[in-house]
């Protein structure tokens, strides 16, 4: 079962994510969510949850939030 809930434009998304708990990776070239998410040990959809942005797709430089191990 799959449970969405919308998020306000307005709503802090941030607050919700301790930053000790995270580091922020930058985009490669050749960089994919794919494999982003086998080095990092994520699944594609707690990837996408963490960086709804990169759902439509990877940028070269783009900052993506990874949580900590």
Same mark, same amino acid.
Request: overall charge neutral.
């Given at each position: 079962?799959?449970? !969405?809930? @919308?998020?306000?434009?307005?709503?802090?998304? +941030?607050? =919700?994510? @301790?930053?000790? +708990?995270?580091?922020?990776?930058?985009?490669? @070239? *050749?960089?994919?969510?794919?494999? &982003?998410? !086998? !080095? #990092?040990?994520?699944? =594609? +959809?707690? =990837? #996408? &949850? &963490?960086?709804?942005?990169?759902?439509?797709?990877?940028?070269?430089?783009? *900052?993506? &939030?990874?949580? !900590?191990?």
């Amino acid at each position: 079962m799959t449970l !969405k809930i @919308p998020v306000s434009e307005h709503a802090n998304v +941030d607050a =919700l994510k @301790p930053a000790e +708990d995270y580091f922020t990776h930058e985009v490669l @070239p *050749k960089q994919t969510a794919y494999s &982003l998410g !086998k !080095k #990092y040990g994520l699944s =594609l +959809d707690s =990837l #996408y &949850l &963490l960086n709804p942005e990169a759902e439509s797709g990877l940028q070269i430089g783009q *900052k993506l &939030l990874i949580p !900590k191990r």
